[in-house]
């Protein structure tokens, strides 16, 4: 355990007709990289203590090149510190349960980290209550890379946004990654269902398919500069934004049916509609993607 300053970010209260009520359980900073003089200089300050076995690459638990780490069972699983699989070839992940890394935490760590390494399939595993991502690409690419049929557990004692839902699904930012995300299931969230790209220069080439996003009380998909992101076939249930609108990315989210024609042209294969169910809009449909995709 360590014990330093930390800042913390306190929520904003809310009118009520018996007077004020404050929203249960932030999660609070760690002043990592100075993080909090420079986003939040005015926020409240204090000490906290944490496990610093998920706070950095050194010391997580890496997995190299030509590794299966496959659970046996239901229970296989790993708390309190995460993966990570840093310029290795040929990992596969499967069945483990990552919990319980300094979830009270923002920066307080992450469950898989992918950083400059080549076919890697993450497979049929459940992770929940981390202080950051689910799973997170560096800026080295992440190249050919399969995410599928995870669950991500969204349900929080804490959470950024005071909704019981975590914010940090999954961020993909490396220079070229190249990423399928396909038959997850992302239950209870508030953002960044993925977050591709944010970099100028950087480019990710995403593909979203066949996910079900069920009770996400923020935003799923979040498409920024660099980002090239396909998303066919993925069910949105009661989703409060499925893709966030005006960001700088290439997002084609298919929904017509002269989306479907277009995208079937261009790629030469059946294509999926996405579905919405009690969830808001979407309005993006950049036919560059295709145009990537196809080259």
Known sequence: MRS???????????????????????QV?????????????????????????????????????????LGKGS??????????????????????????????????????????????????????NVGRQFIVTGYDPAKSVTISNNLFDGRATYSAVCNGKHYWVALFTGTSDTITFAQNYVYMTSGRGPHVGGTSGYTQYVHLVN????????????????AVTLAEGNYFNTVTTP??????GNEYFIQSSSELSACQSALGRTCQANTLLSSGSV?????????????
Do not use: M
């Not at 913390?8 to 209260?13: D, G, R």
């Not at 893709?243 to 700088?248: I, K, L, N, R, Y």
């Open 211 to 226: 996910n079900y996003y069920v009770s996400v009380g923020g935003h799923a998909i979040d498409s920024q500069v660099g």
């Open 29 to 69: 900073a760690i002043d990592q990289n100075s993080w909090c003089e420079n986003y939040e200089p005015s926020a409240a300050t204090g000490t906290a203590s944490w496990y610093v076995s998920g706070t950095g690459y050194s010391y997580s638990l890496k997995v190299g090149s030509n590794k299966t780490l």
């Open 75 to 128: 229970s296989a699983g790993i708390k309190g510190i995460g993966l990570l699989i840093q310029n290795a070839d040929n990992v596969i992940i499967q069945n483990i349960n990552i919990s319980d890394i300094n979830a009270q935490f923002v920066w307080g760590g992450d469950a898989i980290t992918i950083v400059g390494s080549t076919h890697v399939w993450i497979d049929h595993n459940y992770i929940k």
């Open 4 to 26: 330093v300053p930390t800042q913390f970010t306190l929520p904003p209260e809310r009118s009520a007709s018996r007077g004020r009520v404050r929203k249960p359980n932030p």
């Open 243 to 248: 893709s966030v609108s005006g960001s700088a």
């Open 283 to 295: 309005s993006r449909a950049n036919t560059a993607v295709l145009t990537a995709l196809k080259a």
